[in-house]
C-alpha cells in the first residue's frame, strides 16, 4: 500500500526544479528582455508553481513525516528553518510580482527587489534541498 510518508519525498522536488529554472530564466531575461519578453513570463509561471510546490512541500514535510532524533533531528530543524525561510520567501515573491502586474509597474525599479527576493528563493530551495539530501543520504539511507 502507499505510505504517506511518500508525500514528501514526492512533492519536495518541484520547488527546487522549478524555483532554480525560474531564477535562471530570470536571469536570462535581463540580457534577452527586449528580444524575447517570453522569458520574463515564463520565469514569472515557473516561479508561481515552484512556490506552490514549495508551500505544498512544506507541509507534507510537517504533517506527513515523523520527527528525527539526535544529530539527524538537529539536522531536520535546520532543513526545515530553510524549508520555511524559502516558502515564506516566495510567497512574497509571487504576491509583489502579482501586485505589479496588475498595476502595470512590472518595469519600473521594483522589478530589482522583486529580482533580488527571487534570488534569496533561489539560494534558500539549494540550501533547504542541500540539508535534505543530506539528511536522506547520511541519516535515512546511509543510517539503514
Known amino acids: 500500500m502507499f505510505d ?8 519536495v522536488h518541484f520547488p527546487v526544479a522549478l524555483i532554480i529554472t525560474g531564477f535562471f ?15 520574463s513570463r515564463a520565469g514569472f509561471y515557473l516561479m508561481l ?14 504533517f506527513f513525516t515523523e520527527e528525527l532524533k539526535g544529530k539527524a ?8 528553518v530553510f ?3 524559502t516558502m515564506f520567501t516566495m510567497i512574497a515573491t509571487s504576491v509583489l510580482r502579482i501586485f505589479l502586474m496588475i498595476r502595470k509597474k512590472e518595469n519600473t525599479g521594483w522589478k530589482w527587489a522583486i529580482f533580488s527576493l527571487y534570488f534569496i528563493g533561489f539560494v534558500f530551495v539549494g540550501i533547504t534541498g542541500l540539508y535534505g539530501g543530506t539528511l536522506v543520504y547520511n541519516f535515512i539511507i546511509g543510517g539503514l
Open 4 to 11: 504517506i510518508s511518500h508525500l514528501h519525498p514526492l512533492t
Open 25 to 39: 530564466f530570470e536571469v536570462l531575461s535581463l540580457f534577452f528582455n527586449k528580444k524575447e519578453p517570453c522569458l
Open 49 to 62: 508553481l515552484g512556490t506552490v510546490g514549495a508551500v505544498a512541500a512544506y507541509f507534507t514535510g510537517e
Open 73 to 80: 533531528g538537529e539536522m531536520e530543524e535546520l532543513h526545515e
Open 83 to 85: 524549508a520555511k525561510i
